[in-house]
């Protein structure tokens, strides 16, 4: 569609294929918003196929899908099986290539709750425009085959977390195929399916195809921006653990008029366990939580280059105040957190019910930083509810259980992965930033360790390689909530960033 128009531009006008004696980001501002514009189709059909990681059978249909997409860049396609769904591996070699670079992409999605959404189908990809009131109006896609205004959002599960960026290295994948670019390094991407889940089966195929996944540096496209939606490099992530803990009451609900002050009752109990693992200024009270933990005044200063407005932070999340771990946003999230997920006991709202119930559920997350061990900071947890006079089991208890013990709990947990970081002062760190500085004309806003959790240390551990994030998505799309959205300025500023980082030299 566009090839004559670039084959004019890369050969008769500026030579692009050298890629030197050019405005560069001029002509990536040209070709990122005239690649996105052809996209849109494609982009559709993508963003249209159901991907709850949590429904395996919506897997393989885009499984399928990213083979053919990848197989149409020139990539040679591998299925690496694991006990569910497959991993994808799409690898591309270059002549008097010298190394290889692994690069993370996700695929998969949340699950959806359509009756949160402000459209009929969360998977149906909608265009919407805001009004002056701050409300988001559905507007005609074939808007898009247009003037293309940057503000104008794409509303739909799994938008920016992260088929907007899986998406964004495929139309950067078209240019450098139209302008016949050839990087002077190896091009591997791994496809994750299960992430939303954990990606609890990766390690174990990491060890498996090493030799397949073997690469000199790892790139990952996911995750928001900083929150000014500046360019961003983020060095490290944090790891993740989950608890389930679920207290027991009365075998039955009881009614709470007959047997209220007789019966305990479990969400009470439940409550005051959950009250003893924090401080009132929010620190984790559970003992030797954040042993290891030092931040040198050096890294101190290195966080506070990170441009945070907390003051409007605090603003748009409508919080007065902090919890009191570190001295700022930067600090906080250098620490290991303990989080509450989700309470669940009896009924609310109009389903409301005098009774007491039988049980109260809490799900909880521990998200862990690189000094932090998974299976460590559970036992932390776990000892903590022992002390607190619980006798644990991993299912319902037996009656003898029941007749015996007067505080008794379900604790089951799991340890998904670890954190990772990468020092700033590295080969891949200066590459990025170089493909940064061609994109934007300045150095990228430089995060230490992002406060969310991507799978990527098993292939920091087993490979021995760095890896570093390259954030494309607007800070306020709603990742992992209703209405999902990739804003269209960030969608052609991440087509423009891949393409300045494939066609820097290593």
Same mark, same amino acid.
């Given at each position: 569609?566009?090839?004559?128009?670039?084959?004019?531009?890369?050969?008769?006008?500026?030579?692009?294929?050298?890629?030197?004696?050019?405005?560069?980001?001029?002509?990536?501002?040209?070709?990122?918003?005239?690649?996105?514009?052809?996209?849109?189709?494609?982009?559709?059909?993508?963003?249209?196929?159901?991907?709850?990681?949590?429904?395996?059978?919506?897997?393989?249909?885009?499984?399928?899908?990213?083979?053919?997409?990848?197989?149409?860049?020139?990539?040679?396609?591998?299925?690496?099986?694991?006990?569910?769904?497959?991993?994808?591996?799409?690898?591309?070699?270059?002549?008097?290539?010298?190394?290889?670079?692994?690069?993370?992409?996700?695929?998969?999605?949340?699950?959806?709750?359509?009756?949160?959404?402000?459209?009929?189908?969360?998977?149906?990809?909608?265009?919407?425009?805001?009004?002056?009131?701050?409300?988001?109006?559905?507007?005609?896609?074939?808007?898009?085959?247009?003037?293309?205004?940057?503000?104008?959002?794409?509303?739909?599960?799994?938008?920016?977390?992260?088929?907007?960026?899986?998406?964004?290295?495929?139309?950067?994948?078209?240019?450098?195929?139209?302008?016949?670019?050839?990087?002077?390094?190896?091009?591997?991407?791994?496809?994750?399916?299960?992430?939303?889940?954990?990606?609890?089966?990766?390690?174990?195929?990491?060890?498996?195809?090493?030799?397949?996944?073997?690469?000199?540096?790892?790139?990952?496209?996911?995750?928001?921006?900083?929150?000014?939606?500046?360019?961003?490099?983020?060095?490290?992530?944090?790891?993740?653990?989950?608890?389930?803990?679920?207290?027991?009451?009365?075998?039955?609900?009881?009614?709470?008029?007959?047997?209220?002050?007789?019966?305990?009752? /479990? =969400?009470?109990?439940?409550?005051? %366990?959950? $009250?003893?693992?924090?401080?009132?200024?929010? &620190?984790?009270? *559970? +003992?030797?939580?954040?042993?290891?933990?030092?931040?040198?005044?050096?890294?101190?200063?290195?966080?506070?280059?990170?441009?945070?407005?907390?003051?409007?932070?605090?603003?748009?999340?409508?919080?007065?105040?902090?919890?009191?771990?570190?001295?700022?946003?930067?600090?906080?999230?250098?620490? /290991? =957190?303990?989080?509450?997920?989700? %309470?669940? $006991?009896?009924?609310?709202?109009?389903?409301? &019910?005098?009774? *007491? +119930?039988?049980?109260?559920?809490?799900?909880?997350?521990?998200?862990?930083?690189?000094?932090?061990?998974?299976?460590?900071?559970?036992?932390?947890?776990?000892?903590?509810?022992?002390?607190?006079?619980?006798?644990?089991?991993?299912?319902?208890?037996?009656?003898?259980?029941?007749?015996?013990?007067?505080?008794?709990?379900?604790?089951?947990?799991?340890?998904?992965?670890?954190?990772?970081?990468?020092?700033?002062?590295?080969?891949?760190?200066?590459?990025?930033?170089?493909?940064?500085?061609?994109?934007?004309?300045?150095?990228?806003?430089?995060?230490?360790?992002?406060?969310?959790?991507?799978?990527?240390?098993?292939?920091?551990?087993?490979?021995?390689?760095?890896?570093?994030?390259?954030?494309?998505?607007?800070?306020?799309?709603?990742?992992?909530?209703?209405?999902?959205?990739?804003?269209?300025?960030?969608?052609?500023?991440?087509?423009?960033?891949?393409?300045?980082?494939?066609?820097?030299?290593?």
């Amino acid at each position: 569609m566009l090839k004559s128009y670039f084959s004019c531009l890369a050969f008769c006008c500026l030579c692009f294929t050298s890629f030197s004696q050019v405005n560069k980001k001029a002509d990536l501002d040209v070709l990122s918003l005239e690649y996105a514009k052809s996209s849109f189709d494609e982009l559709h059909e993508f963003f249209s196929l159901p991907n709850d990681a949590y429904q395996p059978e919506q897997i393989e249909p885009n499984v399928k899908w990213c083979e053919s997409a990848f197989a149409k860049r020139g990539f040679k396609i591998q299925r690496l099986e694991t006990e569910t769904v497959p991993l994808l591996l799409a690898s591309r070699n270059y002549p008097n290539a010298k190394k290889t670079v692994l690069i993370y992409l996700q695929v998969d999605g949340q699950p959806v709750d359509i009756t949160k959404w402000d459209q009929p189908d969360a998977y149906i990809p909608a265009l919407k425009e805001q009004d002056e009131n701050g409300e988001w109006n559905t507007i005609d896609w074939n808007n898009l085959k247009g003037e293309l205004n940057r503000d104008w959002r794409i509303f739909s599960r799994s938008a920016s977390d992260a088929r907007g960026p899986d998406m964004m290295f495929l139309k950067a994948m078209d240019i450098i195929n139209d302008l016949k670019v050839k990087p002077n390094f190896n091009i591997k991407v791994i496809m994750d399916f299960e992430e939303e889940l954990g990606s609890p089966r990766l390690p174990k195929a990491v060890n498996q195809f090493k030799d397949e996944l073997s690469a000199d540096m790892l790139v990952i496209f996911d995750g928001p921006r900083h929150l000014s939606n500046e360019p961003t490099l983020s060095y490290g992530a944090r790891g993740i653990a989950t608890i389930s803990l679920e207290v027991f009451g009365p075998r039955v609900p009881l009614h709470s008029g007959n047997y209220g002050n007789y019966s305990p009752n /479990p =969400a009470m109990k439940l409550s005051k %366990l959950l $009250a003893s693992m924090w401080h009132d200024d929010g &620190r984790v009270a *559970i +003992p030797n939580w954040y042993d290891g933990i030092t931040i040198s005044d050096e890294v101190k200063e290195i966080l506070k280059q990170v441009p945070d407005d907390e003051k409007q932070i605090q603003k748009d999340f409508g919080i007065a105040s902090t919890e009191n771990i570190g001295n700022n946003f930067q600090e906080a999230i250098q620490y /290991p =957190a303990l989080g509450i997920l989700g %309470l669940e $006991a009896a009924w609310v709202g109009n389903q409301t &019910r005098t009774i *007491i +119930p039988a049980t109260a559920i809490a799900e909880l997350n521990i998200r862990l930083v690189k000094e932090t061990n998974g299976d460590h900071m559970v036992k932390l947890v776990k000892d903590h509810i022992i002390g607190q006079g619980y006798y644990l089991v991993e299912d319902k208890p037996t009656e003898e259980e029941r007749m015996t013990h007067e505080k008794i709990a379900r604790f089951n947990s799991e340890v998904s992965y670890g954190a990772f970081r990468t020092e700033f002062d590295t080969e891949i760190g200066t590459w990025l930033r170089k493909g940064m500085r061609t994109a934007f004309g300045k150095d990228p806003i430089q995060i230490r360790t992002g406060g969310g959790s991507i799978p990527i240390s098993p292939f920091v551990i087993t490979l021995g390689i760095p890896a570093v994030a390259v954030p494309t998505v607007n800070p306020d799309n709603n990742q992992h909530s209703p209405n999902e959205n990739i804003r269209l300025g960030n969608y052609v500023d991440g087509i423009k960033t891949i393409v300045a980082i494939l066609m820097e030299k290593l």
